[in-house]
């Protein structure tokens, strides 16, 4: 067995065993060497080529190719390839000899691209093997949406790569991001607006999801003004997974209640709503409709859940606010229903965690404001579930902000994925210590990794088992 792999059932020898026929009548027909550890001078540099269904791959290839092709999938936004998370790792790799490349998905589709992304960035590896020959080993890279798109990746690429590292993914998947943000925002429309029929779903335009995130963060803006204000606000906030800590804040203590709401409403300050309300629309797109519902959901369960409910409950009594009747308000008026159709789709395209074929290094930062980082616990538990909890190690960066990774630390993931991949092992290179020593002996721009153990994610529902539309 192939050190990186695990045990093969018979359907996935039966995928690995197509995928091999397919590679060897590519390079059949193209006259291709049957393996290349070096790239033809002639090939080295910026390439670039148009996949089947009009998207756009880019490939950077030294000199000094070390055989390693790493494949970058990108994160929600302009259907633009990129082959790096930044500028400055991609000149930090290629200075180590690593190929990079990458796809902008179908230009076709929605910015929300799974239904693309996984197609085009396999295709992307087959298309530049065809420039500069096979590689000793393919390594897949992904961040934000494109590190769902490379928990995909990891899941099914047995036989087409060897491993992954996924960077802030969101590997909840559509249907859980929808349905936590769905309860923040209705949280938001009925405490703050109650007396407004706020539109929440089903997006006809963009502007219509730019409306709702203006409506919605003047509310936020407004409330942020009286202490009852406040602590709806942090209601808001404990459902969207909002963490506490702010850019260019230090972190609030433990029980700073008021501290820690003034740090989740920087975010709201920041435009985060828009940025939400853009998503819903370009995933509603993607799937066909509103993959999100409501209506079942114990909005008092889902809060004495959530990590956030000290600090919820602190701020109503300081407010004199009664929680028990917020939260049988929201019970009581959940009422969105999804549509069906939508809800599978998401689930087919935009859901990982139900396996793995490679080993998967994830890292995260703690304080995450757009893909809270609880998703990796709900993502740890579904590869467990599997039975392919050995191939997943996961790591933290103690630090706010969305994808906020030094170069540092994203080198030294990598280098703990390879070990992985070379030996079969993790051994202890993916530990918060190996990782940190590993990073700063690169001497580049510093890490923070740390000891960390995510909440669980507060969604209130099972994506995969949707009835509520029933």
């Known amino acids: 067995m192939p050190a990186g792999t695990r045990t093969r059932t018979p359907r996935t020898r039966s995928r690995i065993a197509l995928a091999l026929l397919a590679s060897l009548t590519s390079a059949a027909l193209t006259t291709l060497p049957s393996s290349a550890a070096q790239p033809d001078a002639a090939v080295a540099g910026h390439l670039t080529g148009t996949l089947s269904d009009g998207a756009i791959w880019i490939a950077d290839v030294p000199e000094n190719w070390n055989g390693t092709l790493l494949v970058f999938s990108h994160g929600f936004g302009t259907l633009v390839a990129r082959n790096a ?9 290629l200075a180590k000899g690593y190929a990079m490349a990458g796809s902008s998905y179908d230009p076709g589709g929605s910015m929300w691209a799974l239904n693309s992304a996984e197609r085009d960035q396999f295709a992307t590896i087959d298309a530049v093997a065809a420039k500069i020959g096979k590689p000793s080993r393919t390594l897949a890279i992904g961040s934000s949406m494109g590190g769902l798109v490379n928990a995909q990746l990891a899941r099914d690429g047995g036989g087409r790569i060897d491993g992954a590292l996924g960077q802030c993914g969101l590997v909840a998947g559509g249907n859980d991001l929808e349905n936590y943000q769905l309860d923040a925002e209705y949280t938001i429309a009925r405490l703050l607006l109650p007396e407004q029929d706020v539109k929440l779903v089903r997006f006809g335009t963009a502007a219509e999801a730019a409306a709702t995130a203006d409506l919605l963060t003047k509310a936020v803006t407004a409330a942020q003004g009286t202490p009852q204000g406040r602590a709806r606000v942090a209601l808001a906030a404990a459902f969207l997974n909002l963490p506490a800590w702010a850019p260019g804040k230090d972190r609030p203590a433990a029980t700073d209640w008021a501290g820690q709401q003034e740090q989740q409403y920087a975010w709201f300050a920041q435009g985060i709503l828009s940025f939400v309300e853009g998503g819903r629309y370009a995933i509603e797109q993607s799937v066909g409709g509103n993959n999100s519902w409501n209506r079942g959901v114990d909005y008092a369960g889902l809060l ?7 600090q919820v409950r602190a701020l109503y009594q300081a407010a004199g606010l009664d929680l028990r009747a917020d939260l049988r308000t929201l ?13 599978r789709t998401a689930q087919r395209t935009s859901s990982a965690g139900q396996g793995l074929e490679v080993p998967l290094l994830n890292i995260h930062t703690t304080a995450d404001n757009l893909v809270p980082v609880e998703q990796e616990n709900r993502f740890a538990a579904r590869v467990r579930a599997s039975g392919d909890g050995a191939l997943l190690r996961q790591a933290y960066i103690e630090r706010q902000g969305h994808c906020t990774f030094t170069t540092a630390e994203t080198v030294a993931a990598l280098h703990a994925l390879e070990h992985r991949v070379d030996t079969g092992r993790w051994d202890d290179v993916a530990t918060p210590a190996a990782l940190q020593k590993s990073a700063t002996a690169l001497g580049l721009d510093g890490a923070a990794y740390v000891p960390y153990r995510p909440a669980n994610l507060s969604v209130g529902r099972d994506a995969s088992a949707h009835k509520a539309e029933r």
Do not use: E, G, M
């Not at 004495?304 to 000290?310: E, T």
């Not at 019970?331 to 069906?340: L, V, W």
């Open 85 to 93: 998370p930044t500028d400055a790792v991609r000149t930090a790799l």
């Open 304 to 310: 004495a859940a959530s990590q956030h409910a000290p």
């Open 331 to 343: 019970t009581k008026r959940a009422t969105i229903t999804a549509d069906p159709a939508a809800v």
